[in-house]
T-cell receptor, first 113, second 111 residues
Framework: ETGVTQTPRHLVMGMTNKKSLKCEQH?????MYWYKQSAKKPLELMFV???????ENNSVPSRFSPECPNSSHLFLHLHTLQPEDSALYLC????????????FGPGTRLLVL | AQSVTQPDIHITVSEGASLELRCNYS??????LFWYVQSPGQGLQLLLK??????LVQGIKGFEAEFKRSQSSFNLRKPSVHWSDAAEYFC?????????FGQGTRLTINP
């Protein structure tokens, strides 16, 4: 238990669906991240939020839309996804300006049909 | 540009044997270095990290790693593996906001 939770743990959706992934951290951190983990590929950083402000968008397609309402919660809104978007989506948090270590949640396994 | 290479995609060792997982990095300054472990269907758990100071770092679950600047390496070691160590291991380099991960090494344990 790292103090970072993600829901749902598994998600199956069609290409026309809209769904959201949720991440919550209980560590008092002020930075949160979304990563994509696909088979046979290194972890890819998608988005970074510092103090609720987006500071990094790593050329992610607009069908992925992040939202960070406060420092403890992070969402990833999904719409009109493609089958190649099927992956494990990992959320992480860290303390900007403090302990420079990212702590990860268990991930959401997404399958796009 | 930052990069991390884990040369071994898959390693198999016998239970009780020693283990070394290799990690080489490219980074423009003194790096922050991390090892994470991922069990099937789970997120990444931090094993250990190096920021500065003693180049031999102790982590959880009996793991250690040694930072060797001259070789740009940060290899992970364990003197005696347990069946529960079977997992995927990731080396990462960078700071809090810009972690670059290696491809991972999958560890299988033979009974």
């Amino acid at each position: 238990e790292t103090g970072v939770t993600q829901t749902p743990r598994h998600l199956v959706m069609g290409m026309t669906n809209k769904k959201s992934l949720k991440c919550e951290q209980h560590l008092g951190h002020n930075a949160m991240y979304w990563y994509k983990q696909s088979a046979k590929k290194p972890l890819e950083l998608m988005f970074v939020y510092n103090f609720k402000e987006q500071t990094e968008n790593n050329s992610v397609p607009s069908r992925f839309s992040p939202e960070c309402p406060n420092s403890s919660h992070l969402f990833l809104h999904l719409h009109t996804l493609q089958p190649e978007d099927s992956a494990l989506y990992l959320c992480a948090s860290s303390q900007e300006g403090g302990e420079e270590t990212q702590y990860f949640g268990p991930g959401t396994r997404l399958l796009v049909l | 540009a930052q990069s991390v290479t884990q040369p071994d995609i898959h390693i198999t060792v016998s239970e009780g044997a020693s283990l070394e997982l290799r990690c080489n990095y490219s980074y423009g300054a003194t790096p922050y270095l991390f090892w994470y472990v991922q069990s099937p269907g789970q997120g990444l758990q931090l094993l250990l990290k190096y920021f500065s100071g003693d180049t031999l770092v102790q982590g959880i679950k009996g793991f250690e790693a040694e930072f060797k600047r001259s070789q740009s390496s940060f290899n992970l070691r364990k003197p005696s593996v347990h069946w529960s160590d079977a997992a995927e291991y990731f080396c990462a380099v960078g700071g809090a906001q810009k972690l670059v991960f290696g491809q991972g090494t999958r560890l299988t344990i033979n009974p």
